[in-house]
């Protein structure tokens, strides 16, 4: 079985990334990318090297620093993959490349991740106040946890309000859960509200499946 080429140990990950973007930012132009690629992930870097350190200081006590560490992750990791799905497919990249970057090195012939083709099926637990345990499972008809085959992990999006979205535009985006269950730390300014929840599979080539059916609870005070 192949290894998941982003680590999935914390102190792993961190020196992981800096060498992946470093080297991505040292040839943006030879990869068929722009600034505009690169600068999203170098402020999620930002903010995971912050988020980190605040969870390495506090790391006893601290349980909403952990949480903001593992969301920040989430968010990274997934706007990584997703790039790094436009860099496999790229003919500007090469296997010693991919080994410069610390990507996937492909042997033999690569069948690519179908776009998913199911959706996930949610469900909210209130465990305590502004605490929402998201869980989610495939509408595939078995009543397993497991996510799809060739999926990455579950995308989770929020609308906070009165009434459920409409679309998708009116969604924001919180991070990709790789197992159920997501947990999500409300602010305190929500407590009380409504909060409405889309999932959808996102592929190993960040290719995102069709959206759930819309989940909502509310917000304990």
């Known amino acids: 079985m192949s290894r998941d080429y982003i680590p999935s140990g914390d102190t792993e990950f961190t ?19 722009e600034a505009d690629d690169v600068d999203p992930l170098v402020m999620q870097q930002t903010n995971w090297n912050f988020a980190y350190g605040e969870h390495m200081t506090a790391q006893a006590t601290a349980r909403s620093k952990r949480e903001q560490k593992d969301t920040m992750r989430d968010i990274l990791e997934s706007s990584i993959r997703a790039l790094v799905a436009r860099l496999q497919a790229s003919p500007l990249v090469d296997d010693a490349i991919r080994e410069a970057m610390g990507i996937t090195v492909r042997g033999g012939v690569h069948v690519a991740s179908a776009e998913p083709m199911t959706h996930p099926i949610g469900w909210v637990d209130i465990n305590e106040r502004l605490r929402h345990t998201v869980n989610f499972r495939n509408n595939s008809g078995t009543t397993g946890t497991a996510k799809p085959a060739g999926t990455t992990g579950c995308e989770v999006w929020v609308k906070i309000g009165d009434t459920p979205p409409t679309g998708p535009s009116e969604l924001r985006f919180l991070g990709v859960a790789t197992r159920t269950p997501y947990t999500v730390i409300h602010d305190e300014a929500d407590a009380g509200k409504m909060a409405h929840y889309m999932l959808r599979w996102l592929s190993t080539r960040g290719e995102p499946g069709p959206w759930s059916e819309t989940v909502s609870a509310t917000i304990a005070a």
């Open 15 to 33: 020196p992981w990334v800096a060498n992946f973007l470093s080297y991505v930012q040292a040839h943006t132009a030879e990869l068929g990318l």
